[in-house]
Nanobody, 113 residues
């Protein structure tokens, strides 16, 4: 059974930065596409970014392009989301996802002055 544990959320001012981490248990991490989703209050969960198993191919939702960077370290079973130039509208619970139906518990990101 795969477990995903996220960390790095918190409260930040507009224009600030945060880095989210998600560490997976087990041995399949390096074979799976990983993704970050987010869900804001009253809204549906949306895909923020994903990265293929080799870390070569990444995709981003338009609203975060140029501000967020997804990366992974297969030796550490960890995927990261570097978030820069944060905006109020980035406030959400951020979820780590491993393709195949595995989800983390979520970490809150709040952008507020």
């Amino acid at each position: 059974q795969v477990q995903l544990v996220e960390s790095g959320g918190g409260l930040v001012q507009p224009g600030g930065s945060l880095r989210l981490s998600c560490t997976a248990s087990g041995s399949i991490f390096k074979f799976r596409t990983m993704a970050w989703y987010r869900q804001a209050p009253g809204k549906e969960r949306e895909l923020v970014a994903n990265i293929n198993y080799g870390g070569v191919t990444t995709n981003y939702v338009d609203s975060v392009k140029g501000r967020f960077t997804i990366s992974r370290d297969n030796d550490k079973n960890t995927v990261y989301l570097q978030m820069n130039s944060l905006k109020f509208e980035d406030t959400a619970v951020y979820y780590c996802n491993m393709y195949g139906g595995y989800w983390g518990q979520g970490t809150q990101v709040t952008v507020s002055s």
